[in-house]
């Protein structure tokens, strides 16, 4: 019988409506999340108005998101989901993850540097940085001529293309292994920098008495032929907001020691990678 | 400790980060929510593309709402939440509900008329019909002097601000109770009309190869300063998508019979309808 006599026989009366989708996995998908939001419904007795308000939240983000902007992603990274779903898809044996998001900064075709060049392009001050990295398999063995193409914020915490007072490509650099799997670069110390909070995902985080403010790192994208493209972060473990990144993108592995030279006053940062064995597929660039 | 360890400590993390909201209310609601959210992704092991595309879904239907058409509330209804939110807002002591959902097609101040007056204002052809309707209280008391506002779609499914073949107003009135709690109208019988289907919603019903039809119904919003309005609609108890419709609206408690006196070839509706007490307060109209 397909007539409602409960709040609870909705649910198995759509299930049994969405029986016949022909592709399994979407049908077990929707079916499951029709399921949770049902349980949410009833859980909370939600109200009309509440329900209202919710439909008009989703209206809200869809809206507000556009070439420069994506409040869907940023509900997401806010809730922790985009976090979820990077980390159950690069789990290392620890349980945690070498991988990190994306973001909405990488720009495709960085500058192909040498061993040891400054991706720093223009002086904007700051303090001087090194970064050495070693790029290693899945069995601790050295990957050579893996490419490492890094981005980050500057000392002010804007990106290049944020920014009119940085050069086109300015710390954005792309570096090739060594035959030790090593790579070496110089740059400025990046800073930290708000979540956009002018759209509707900065009036829940307002509401939600949260800062926006994510910890500085620095982006990596590590790629050769045969291995997975590792897509990550290597955040600055002084940094006050490292345990309260407003979309819960910090694992124990993806946090560098960032460490100040007494003597030259140079910030060094050392660290190691894991490639996993798979497809090469670079994701889409969210800006060219 | 805020970092992450595990896929499942993220969940823990991002409770945590919402714990100084103001609102209790809120608090509940978006943590309950982001703890469903994260079972789900869990559960279903949620692959990075499939997340992709869900996000974009909802891109989609927050873009696809406009003045004449609200795709987020459309997606609601398909999965059967709007009717699950309505229920329990509404609900009897049968646990089912005397209230349906408002639909996208309610216009303020449809024409006042008198007993027995026709809302067929221009000549469609179609089936005559003949609606008898009685206003109770919860102690099966009658009440005079509601206001009965009435709306439905024509012969061929349109609403009247949908059709140009149809005068303003047409299947639109407002009737007002008798000292019997009593009331009644003369219309033409409705026929039943899918739900948008060229947004993302329709492309979903085509993916779960689910039809968009509803069954006819003609809509009730019943007021009386002291009670609750009542906004239900009653189904034609003939049509074959009583128990297929698409945004699962049917409870038994809202299945009329429509009955075709063979005689005249008139299709009658006797119905009657419950009114809790409660405060008057109206919706606000979808469409001006």
Chains 1, 2 share one sequence.
């Not at 999340?33 to 439909?55: D, G, I, K, W, Y």
């Not at 002086?123 to 001087?128: A, I, S, W």
């Not at 345990?243 to 993806?254: A, I, N, W």
């Not at 064995?277 to 994701?283: L, N």
């Amino acid at each position: 019988m397909a007539l409602i006599t409960s709040p609870e026989s909705i649910l198995d009366i759509a299930l049994a409506a969405m029986q016949s989708t022909e592709n399994q996995r979407l049908k077990t998908l929707i079916s499951s999340l029709t399921e949770h939001l049902h349980e949410f419904v009833l859980e909370n007795q939600l109200t009309e108005s509440e329900f209202e308000r919710a439909l008009q939240f989703i209206v809200g983000i869809g809206q507000a998101t556009g070439k420069n902007t994506n409040e869907v992603v940023l509900v997401a990274d806010i809730l922790g989901i985009s976090s979820l779903v990077s980390t159950i898809n690069n789990m290392d044996v620890d349980g945690g993850s070498y991988a990190a998001l994306l973001g909405p900064f990488w720009r495709k075709n960085a500058p192909l540097c040498n061993w040891g060049e400054s991706i720093s392009r223009v002086d904007l001050g700051g303090q001087p940085m090194e970064v050495h990295g070693l790029i290693l398999d899945e069995f601790k063995k050295p990957i050579a001529s893996a490419i490492v193409d890094v981005w980050h914020s500057s000392p002010s915490g804007f990106y290049e293309n944020q920014d009119r007072l940085q050069a086109d490509m300015n710390l954005r650099g792309r570096f090739k292994t060594n035959e030790n799997g090593e790579f070496f670069f110089r740059t400025i110390r990046p800073a930290g920098y708000p979540v956009p909070t002018n759209g509707p995902c900065g009036e829940l985080l307002r509401a939600q008495k949260r800062h926006p403010n994510r910890p500085a790192h620095i982006h990596f994208m590590i790629s050769k032929p045969g291995y997975k493209v590792l897509i990550t972060q290597v955040f600055d473990s002084s940094d006050e907001n490292l345990e309260s990144d407003p979309v819960f993108g910090v694992s124990r592995q993806l946090v560098g020691e960032y460490l100040t030279d007494d003597k030259t006053g140079i910030c060094k940062l050392n660290h190691s990678f894991v490639l996993q064995a798979g497809e090469m597929v670079f994701p889409a660039p969210p800006i060219p």
